[in-house]
T-cell receptor, first 114, second 114 residues
Framework: EAGVAQSPRYKIIEKRQSVAFWCNPI?????LYWYQQILGQGPKLLIQ????????DSQLPKDRFSAERLKGVDSTLKIQPAKLEDSAVYLC????????????FGPGTRLTVL | KNQVEQSPQSLIILEGKNCTLQ??????????LRWYKQDTGRGPVSLTI?????NTKSNGRYTATLDADTKQSSLHITASQLSDSASYIC?????????????FGAGTRLAVHP
């Protein structure tokens, strides 16, 4: 079974630039999550999708972050404009059900904002 | 406030030695507690998952214990190997109705030296 795919693996940008990350979940998984993991901390949930609908985006900084999952499969997370404090690893995860009984994580995208 | 705290923050051991990582949580009620291993530059991978009624679960050289009375969990690694060098994250799933938002600890960074 193929795992959660993410791209790019690494990205370096300057502050105020824009960046987008892509995630393809495990086939058949209805629920998709985007997490932000700052160095030395545990992952923080940014947004959770159930199919193409948003379940929870309470911790998403909506003034600069946006995410979509238009066809209920793959998803993109965008930051515009980026700030220095956005430097982190962005993890995508998926689970079969909305309860998140078992979440499978992708390798992450390491973002560095200069 | 639901919290998960892990100790120590970091640990260095010699190859072949045993070690124990600690996790204290205030999440209540909860449906399950998991330990994840996160290699550098990779996403977290599940090691063990225990429901609130279980008190031990093994996965090879990894053994997790759970004491629901004291709200403590531990991860014991036996006969450590260089490949055990990673961050170990304790994650608790609260019961909140509907979807469940995972509560992540900050992790323990383990370094196994030859």
């Amino acid at each position: 079974e193929a795992g959660v795919a993410q791209s790019p693996r690494y990205k370096i940008i300057e502050k105020r630039q824009s960046v987008a990350f892509w995630c393809n979940p495990i086939s058949g998984h209805a629920t998709l999550y985007w997490y932000q993991q700052i160095l030395g901390q545990g992952p923080k949930l940014l947004i959770q999708f159930q199919n193409n609908g948003v379940v929870d985006d309470s911790q998403l900084p909506k003034d600069r972050f946006s995410a979509e999952r238009l066809k209920g499969v793959d998803s993109t997370l965008k930051i515009q404009p980026a700030k220095l404090e956005d430097s982190a690893v962005y993890l995508c995860a998926s689970s079969l059900d909305v309860e998140g009984t078992e979440q499978f994580f992708g390798p992450g995208t390491r973002l560095t904002v200069l | 406030k639901n919290q998960v705290e892990q100790s120590p923050q970091s640990l260095i051991i010699l190859e072949g030695k045993n070690c124990t990582l600690q996790c204290n949580y205030t999440v209540s009620p909860f449906s399950n507690l998991r330990w994840y291993k996160q290699d550098t530059g990779r996403g977290p991978v599940s090691l063990t998952i225990m429901t609130f009624s279980e008190n031990t679960k093994s996965n090879g050289r990894y053994t997790a214990t759970l004491d629901a009375d004291t709200k403590q969990s531990s991860l014991h690694i036996t006969a450590s190997q260089l490949s055990d060098s990673a961050s170990y994250i304790c994650v608790v799933t609260p019961i909140s109705g509907g979807y469940n938002k995972l509560i992540f600890g900050a992790g323990t960074r383990l370094a196994v030296h030859p």
